[in-house]
């Protein structure tokens, strides 16, 4: 008859060990979908601040067009290191 009792308490240390880490899975869960939440924020922020940067055109030698030679039509003197001699 101490068999029964034996398994009975297997059973219920089973069961305990399941219920904790059930309760220790969902606030695992509960811990990633907050961390999903927080990125989706973070990424709006980056959104909303590569939205406000203003892009000035470039010439093909990489140097800013600035808005007087812009107006003017000139073009920034190259950097080509071949023809500085």
């Known amino acids: 008859m101490i068999w029964v009792w034996v398994f009975l308490a297997i059973a219920v240390v089973g069961l305990v060990v399941m219920i904790s880490y059930g ?45 007087a030679r812009r107006a003017q039509g000139e073009e920034p003197a190259s950097k080509d290191l071949a023809t500085t001699g």
């Open 23 to 67: 309760v220790w899975l969902f606030h695992k869960a509960a811990d990633v979908y907050s961390e999903i939440k927080m990125l989706g924020q973070r990424g709006r922020e980056i959104q909303a601040l590569v939205e406000q940067l203003e892009l000035s055109p470039t010439t093909t030698t990489g140097e800013r067009a600035t808005p």
